[in-house]
């Protein structure tokens, strides 16, 4: 969400209470939560440019406190900022800043209203005041980052801050410093290679995979992203590279999803992962999904991620159940350099039409698209095992093959489902069948 935007909503509430952030998106994301920071370690002072308001202009300079005014808009409304070094907690931030910035009003502000973010990295705050003999109205957010703390303040009369507030924002915004590299970068629209979606590609990224919607791209400094993957995961499974295990919740399933990919460092203690802030996402009745920000160290290098994680039981007898993830992942160091790119990317990602259709199309299709995934990831397994053995182990974990006899493609089912899975199929017009034992290795 852009300042402007942000902050006229914001205007619209005072000087009512503000609610606290209801994005999907934790703090830790771009639109969860931005602010400019300057480089130095103690408040900055301004720079003598020219402003100009909606109803008038004046000289941008200091304020008080360390704070700049960024903007003006007639005789009295103004915009200052300021930023300075400072530990984790916002709420501490905020009782900083507010006490730098009393002396530039006539006596000390009196707050009316304020709320934050779960992480507390974030503060929105009403108050009201006087400045130069006349009432004003106000609003500051603070919001801290790797030990620094960015305060802006917007006030006028309490008839105009709604108005002028838009204004005195958008130069704010004009007139800020960009961050380092610029901030996003262009992006590319890219189809995928199989004909299935398009993505953004920002310059030096290139697609590894992709499949059906489903795309994995890597960045030129170590950044990943892998959009719309997902896995049939099964309870007695002993799947390499993938989940194995009883049914788990978003946060659980995305901590085994980690450890699997890097063979079990996690769980083995070559590794640690933590989560930063978790943001549960609206979904469909039984299914559990949240957006998570989270760090990984493993044999001694840092990274940090965004996932949106999706998990839902079948209810079979199996107690088989789904993993849906999006995710990107970038060195923990470069993090807020790389984010902000990684997440336009991942906003311009679509999927064609015609394969959500194909992917919804049946049940058994969706079945075995999923379970697809994991028989191609793992192909020379399934050639470990001589026909017998391979009829053993889908005995023990209680699952049929079937096939499609027009494009060979297999799945592996519920042994108790299997053949009015197959049935209803070929009811549908699909020409499926139960593959006999002395089949089962192709």
């Not at 009393?102 to 006596?107: I, Q, T, V």
């Not at 007139?175 to 199989?194: V, Y």
């Not at 030096?204 to 995961?233: C, D």
């Not at 906003?347 to 394969?355: A, D, H, I, R, Y």
């Amino acid at each position: 969400m852009r300042l402007a935007s942000c902050l006229v909503l914001a205007a619209s509430l005072a000087p009512a209470q503000i609610p606290p952030d209801r994005h999907n998106l934790p703090s830790g994301s771009p639109a969860g939560s931005k602010a400019a920071t300057n480089s130095s370690s103690a408040p900055q002072q301004g720079s003598g440019q020219q402003g100009s308001g909606q109803q008038g202009s004046g000289q941008q300079g200091s304020a008080s406190g360390g704070f700049t005014i960024a903007a003006r808009s007639g005789n009295v409304g103004q915009a200052l900022n300021a930023s300075f070094s400072s530990g984790p907690s916002a709420k501490a931030a905020f009782r900083t800043a507010i006490r730098q910035v009393s002396a530039y009003f006539d006596r000390p502000p009196q707050l009316l209203s304020g709320a934050g973010d779960a992480a507390d990295t974030q503060i929105q705050a009403t108050f009201k005041a006087s400045f130069n003999n006349t009432p004003v109205a106000a609003l500051m957010q603070v919001s801290t980052n790797n030990g620094r703390a960015s305060a802006m303040l917007f006030f006028d009369r309490q008839d105009l801050l709604r108005q002028s507030l838009p204004a005195m924002a958008k130069q704010v915004e004009a007139n800020a410093p960009k961050a380092a590299g610029g901030g996003p970068a262009q992006l590319t629209r890219t189809p995928l290679p199989d004909k299935s979606g398009f993505i953004g590609l920002a310059p030096g990224w290139r697609i590894a995979t992709a499949y059906k919607g489903e795309v994995q791209a890597t960045g030129p400094n170590g950044e990943a992203l892998m959009l719309g993957a997902s896995q049939h995961v099964f309870p007695r499974g002993n799947y390499p590279k993938v989940i194995n295990g009883p049914y788990l919740q978003p946060w659980p399933a995305l901590q085994a999803y980690e450890d699997a990919i890097f063979d079990h460092a996690l769980s083995q203690g070559r590794g640690s992962i933590r989560m930063l802030e978790q943001a549960p996402v609206q979904a469909r009745q039984g299914q559990q999904s949240a957006y998570i920000s989270f760090e990984i160290t493993v044999n001694g290098k840092a990274s940090r991620g965004l996932a949106n994680v999706l998990t839902s039981p079948f209810n079979d007898d199996l107690r088989s159940w789904f993993f849906y993830m999006s995710i990107v992942v970038g060195p923990a160091a470069q993090w807020t350099q790389s984010l902000p790119t990684m997440w336009e990317m991942w906003k311009s990602w679509t999927v064609n039409q015609e394969v959500y259709r194909e992917r919804m199309e049946s049940a058994i299709k969706s079945m075995h698209e999923i379970t697809q995934i994991i028989l191609d990831t793992n192909a020379a397994r399934s050639h470990a095992f001589d026909n017998h053995n391979y009829g053993w182990t889908e005995t023990f974990r209680g699952v049929t093959m079937i096939e499609d006899t027009i494009t060979k493609e297999r799945a592996e089912v519920d042994t108790n489902y299997a053949q009015k899975l197959v049935e209803e199929a070929n009811a549908q017009g699909y020409k499926w069948r139960i593959v006999p034992v002395d089949q089962l290795i192709p």
